[in-house]
């Protein structure tokens, strides 16, 4: 059993985190282009902690022996697995790599299935990080969002959660129809009243081939334009700066110290194996860094691992500038920026100083030191655009 004390204290490294997906949830939500299922007969969830052994068992004979510095059960609604189910996966983690006592171990959980009995289970089985997606603090948004709880349920969701785990973290949408700057203001200081020391804080965007896609284009609601999105994102920093939550990424926000740390290794630019239906891992096999894709639909993928062992149906070996790419477009979401020196070292090359001392001007970056590059909060509302241009 992976040790249930205390986690350990954060350290710079860009880490070895395992991701473990499943795939299914009670409903799936309007919003929601993630890799989740609804199934309306019992999974088979002995079934499918085998097939969890049996790809983690194939991942580590891929990556070779690692020490993991973070544990990630995400979905899909993870809080819809049994204990023994969440046990068996995080022993068989254990089984295959070293995994030192305290390390951060995160179980996603919706508010809806959440039970006290269920969550001393998880907690039993090594579990000492929990992230509740209880998405807004007023049942009009939450009806609109399709969630299948209200703000009494999670309310008692985040009060069992701090009673039994360690850490806690919520998530929030924001830039909901409707939604002002005065009235998000006050759900906000409201969720870091109930928020131990992490938040999520996400704005609701439109993705497509979801319910929301073919909605927003039939302009069955609308959503706050880009100039009143970035104004709520500004709000939003400033407010959880204010309270001792400050942003160490665009969407997430942590009392110092509290910071996720899987969530770190992946913006870190750190390795990671997947195991699950449609999980993704980057890691380093033969000196270079690969990409694995599982195959996304949860039957094929059981299939596919009982009958080779893994579920893996596509990824890609990256080159020094794809390396170099998905670095900068990773490190400048955080607040501490990137490493120059690393980039180099990934791309053979150094950023164009002619480009950084224009986005400077702009306002957009600015250096750390000698050795570091951040965006600022207005470089971060326009990332994509600055990454572009950094690594062209």
């Known amino acids: 059993m992976i040790g249930t004390g205390q986690t350990m204290p954060l350290d710079r490294g860009p880490g070895f985190g395992v991701?473990?997906?499943?795939?299914?949830?009670?409903?799936?939500?309007?919003?929601?282009?993630f890799n989740s299922h609804v199934r309306h007969q019992p999974v088979d969830q002995e079934r499918f902690a085998r097939a969890f052994e049996t790809e983690l068992a194939?991942?580590?004979?891929?990556?070779g022996p690692r020490e993991v510095t973070s544990i990630f059960l995400g979905g899909g609604t993870p809080s819809l697995m049994k204990p023994e189910t969440v046990a068996t996966v995080l022993e068989a983690v254990a089984k295959n790599w070293t995994v030192p006592?305290?390390?951060?171990?995160?179980?996603?959980?919706?508010p809806s299935s959440v039970e006290a009995e269920r969550f001393r289970g998880y907690r039993?089985?090594?579990?000492?990080?929990?992230?509740?997606?209880?998405?807004?603090?007023?049942?009009?948004?939450?009806?609109?969002?399709g969630r299948l709880h209200n703000v009494e349920e999670a309310l008692h969701a985040i009060g069992l959660a701090r009673e039994i785990f360690p850490?806690?973290?919520?998530?929030?949408?924001y830039a909901r129809p409707g939604q002002t700057p005065e009235s998000w203001h006050a759900e906000l200081e409201e969720a870091i009243g109930h928020a131990a020391d992490h938040l999520s804080l996400?704005?609701?965007?439109?993705?497509?081939?979801?319910?929301?896609?073919?909605?927003?284009?039939?302009?069955?609601?609308i959503i706050p334009d880009n100039d009143q999105a970035a104004d709520l994102y500004a709000l939003t920093q400033e407010v959880t700066a204010a309270h001792?939550?400050?942003?160490?990424?665009?969407?997430?926000?942590?009392?110092?110290?509290?910071?996720?740390?899987?969530?770190?290794?992946?913006?870190?630019?750190?390795?990671?194996?997947?195991?699950?239906p449609g999980a993704h891992g980057r890691f380093v096999e033969n000196g270079r860094r690969t990409v694995t894709v599982?195959?996304?639909?949860?039957?094929?993928?059981?299939?596919?691992?009982?009958?080779?062992?893994?579920?893996?149906?596509?990824?890609?070996?990256?080159?020094?500038?794809?390396?170099?790419?998905?670095?900068?477009?990773?490190?400048?979401?955080?607040?501490?920026?990137?490493?120059?020196?690393r980039y180099e070292t990934l791309s053979g090359r150094g950023l164009s100083s002619a480009r950084l001392s224009v986005l400077q001007e702009e306002g957009l970056v600015a250096p750390v030191g000698n050795a570091r590059l951040r965006a600022t909060t207005a470089g971060m509302i326009v990332l994509d655009a600055v990454v572009a241009d950094l690594a062209r």
């Not at 850490?167 to 949408?173: G, T, V, W, Y």
Request: with cysteine.
């Open 19 to 33: 991701y473990i997906h499943w795939p299914f949830c009670a409903a799936k939500c309007p919003y929601c282009d």
């Open 58 to 63: 194939t991942m580590r004979a891929r990556s």
């Open 101 to 110: 006592a305290g390390i951060e171990v995160t179980l996603e959980a919706n």
């Open 124 to 145: 039993a089985a090594g579990v000492n990080r929990v992230s509740l997606g209880v998405q807004a603090l007023n049942d009009k948004d939450l009806r609109f969002l």
């Open 167 to 173: 850490r806690l973290s919520f998530d929030l949408i």
């Open 202 to 221: 996400y704005q609701l965007t439109i993705e497509e081939g979801t319910p929301f896609h073919a909605l927003h284009a039939a302009r069955k609601f």
């Open 244 to 276: 001792g939550l400050p942003a160490y990424e665009i969407s997430n926000h942590a009392r110092p110290g509290a910071e996720s740390r899987h969530n770190l290794t992946y913006w870190r630019y750190g390795e990671y194996v997947g195991v699950g």
């Open 294 to 341: 599982a195959e996304r639909m949860p039957e094929t993928w059981l299939n596919l691992v009982e009958a080779k062992g893994h579920g893996v149906t596509g990824g890609e070996v990256l080159t020094r500038a794809e390396e170099a790419d998905e670095f900068l477009l990773m490190g400048l979401r955080l607040a501490e920026g990137i490493d120059l020196q």
